[in-house]
């Protein structure tokens, strides 16, 4: 078949024209020479449709290309392609289309006029003006906090928070944060969240967990409430000896309402309700660790002697304690002295 328009004898593409001369009179791809991106300048997000994102300009570029271009459904596996350069915040680009018809790739370009708009973005707004939904306060039960307790309970929430931006919760952030002796509170963007987070704090440091609303004014005719979350933790902590049932332990870990914890009579593990773990009953932490020197042993029995008064004392080893070192460490309660358990 002759070509109608350029007369050679090639296949007949649409309309009586062969594929060569089809191509050069057909546009596939027609776009603005201007388009107009949102910045939030706080926090460096775009807006995209109705949301902020937080992804790299030519992801953002070429999500409005595709929006803002018309492209000819003929072109099959579509690819954008942008070159750009920035000048006094107007951006030049060249945008290149391509895609593949009967075989024939095709790509046409595009120069596009980029214009960086700077507008706050809700967060950020939010986040300036103070806005919190939910307060997540940590409590102790009768005591109060040491400074290195507050510093890991500070940093243990925060990470917890960063973590949950991480995965996308985007709307989140701390507004405020009150550090006191008596606990913390936080003040957080999101309730949902923030509840999620209460939970956390309650599984990693143990104690109870209450809920409270109050009403925070009306917002589009409806009522509005901020939630408080209170996690009260208890007053023993990991690594503290205490007694009960006549019997003396050493607290290895926490769990929501129960604990971890090593007969020293034995070094038998055993976990033991939270709420037996009385405050009274609780003689201290690994400050009341003291290293004994090693004067003989047998299977069963060891002799210790104390390094400043040379005081020897022999005591019964737990079942599966070994020693082979010149000291060991020891802790005494209720003048009953123990081997620590190590491991
Ligand atoms: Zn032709
Ligand atoms: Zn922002």
């Known amino acids: 078949m002759f070509c109608v328009e350029c007369g050679k004898d090639e296949s007949i593409f649409r309309n009586g024209v062969c594929m060569n001369c089809y191509l050069k009179h057909t546009q596939f791809s027609k776009g603005p020479p201007i388009l107009d991106v949102m910045l939030c300048p706080r ?65 046409e370009q595009h120069p596009l006029t980029v214009r960086i708009r700077h507008n706050t973005c809700e967060i950020c707004s939010r986040e300036a003006g103070g806005y919190y939904e939910a307060i997540l306060q940590i409590r102790s039960e009768h005591r109060t906090f040491t400074d290195v307790e507050l510093k890991t309970l500070r940093s243990a929430v925060e990470k917890m928070v960063g973590q949950f931006q991480e995965s996308g919760k985007r709307g989140l952030f701390i507004t405020d944060i009150d550090v006191k002796r008596e606990g913390l509170d936080f003040f957080l963007s999101e309730k949902g969240t923030a509840l999620s987070i209460a939970k956390k704090v309650q599984e990693q440091f143990g104690g109870d967990f209450k809920q409270s609303a109050s009403s925070a004014g009306m917002k589009d005719s409806r009522q509005v409430y901020r939630m408080t979350y209170l996690v009260r933790i208890p007053a023993y902590r990991k690594g503290d000896f205490f007694v009960f049932d006549s019997v003396y332990y050493y607290l290895i870990s926490l769990h929501a309402n129960k604990v971890r914890a090593i007969d020293l009579s034995s070094w038998a593990e055993k976990v033991i309700e939270g709420k037996d773990v009385l405050p009274s009953r609780i003689f201290g932490g690994l400050e009341m660790v003291k290293e004994m020197i090693v004067v003989s042993q047998s299977k069963n029995e060891i002799q210790l002697m104390d390094s400043k008064s040379y005081a020897t004392v022999e005591i019964h080893k737990p079942k599966d304690a070994s020693v082979d070192t010149a000291m060991v460490k020891t802790v005494k309660l209720d003048g009953y002295l123990f081997l620590f358990p190590e491991k």
């Open 43 to 107: 926090c460096s997000s775009y807006k995209y449709k109705n949301t902020w994102v937080a992804e790299p300009f030519d992801d953002i570029l070429k999500r409005h290309i595709k929006d803002a271009f018309s492209i000819s459904p003929e072109l099959k596996g579509v690819t954008i392609q942008t070159r750009c350069n920035e000048k006094d915040r107007v951006i030049t680009c060249m945008v290149f289309i391509s895609g593949s018809l009967e075989g024939y790739t095709i790509t």
